[in-house]
């Protein structure tokens, strides 16, 4: 049965009153994989902002993995942000601690206290990113693509139902992104919805799935024009 993770209906997306994206409406089912491109400046992350709550939905509703971003309160946002796994172009892991460190920081800071339950799961995201051989690094020792699956397991010590990912190989070489890309779409195939920004109009190719593009103030889908139709 297919579930909405993701609802959005007469959707206006502003910086500071400024309106950036108009009128989008959109639905998501579970287990999707999207894409979002788009020139700079065009409102990508201000679109992914709203779904992590650091922007207020203003105009319009909406819905999130069962949270109404219209109506979501103050407190409520670090449930939200619970609920979704959020990946960013600039891994944002604490440089001062170590990959373990890292992870149990994350999970603390999301209520969990059982030390052996935290590392049981510290080590199954590990191991499901390939990086549980790094897990007393410091993360000035790995890699930018190293760091980037860190990043993403500590996206997944939640078992988010939708992952946001903001430009995730944005700081890396064709090689390393086809290879966090394939995690990524690995993590979709296990059952994980991904929202996904990017540039890499090469990726998009290698790895084609259904893509919305900012463009004029709004958002829509991109129908791919395959061989038969060009
Ligand atoms: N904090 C802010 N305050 C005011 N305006 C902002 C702020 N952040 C972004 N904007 C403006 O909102 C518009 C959309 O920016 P946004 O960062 O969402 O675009 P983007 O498509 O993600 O761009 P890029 O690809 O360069 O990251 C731009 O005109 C930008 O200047």
Redesign the pocket.
């Known amino acids: 049965m297919s579930k909405t993770v993701l609802s959005l209906q007469g959707v206006d997306i502003f910086?500071?009153k400024?309106k950036?994206l108009s009128n989008i409406n959109l639905e998501v089912q579970k287990g999707e994989f999207l894409y979002i491109i788009?020139?700079?400046?065009?409102?990508?992350?201000?679109?992914m902002?709203t779904l992590y709550a650091d922007l207020p939905l203003e105009v319009g509703e909406g819905s999130i993995v069962d949270y109404d971003l219209k109506t979501l309160k103050e407190r409520d946002i670090p449930y939200l942000r619970r609920s979704l796994g959020i990946v960013f172009q600039d891994f944002k892991l604490l440089p001062d601690r170590t990959i373990y460190g890292n992870l149990h920081f994350a999970l603390k800071a999301t209520g969990w206290k059982e030390k052996e339950e935290m590392d049981r799961k510290i080590h199954e995201v590990l191991d499901n990113v390939n990086m549980l051989a790094h897990i007393e690094k410091m993360p000035h020792q790995l890699s930018g693509g190293e760091q980037q699956r860190v990043a993403i397991a500590r996206a997944l010590l939640n078992d988010p139902d939708l992952i946001l990912a903001?430009?995730p190989t944005g700081n890396l070489d064709p090689q390393t992104s086809a290879e966090v890309m394939e995690l990524l779409l690995n993590i979709n195939k296990n059952g994980r919805t991904i929202i996904m920004?990017t540039?890499d109009y090469a990726l998009l190719l290698k790895f084609p799935a259904k893509t919305l593009k900012?463009d004029d103030g709004t958002l829509f889908e991109v129908v791919h024009r395959t061989a038969q139709h060009q």
């Open positions: 910086q500071n400024h950036v788009g020139k700079t400046g065009t409102g990508k992350s201000s679109f902002k903001d430009e920004v540039h900012c």
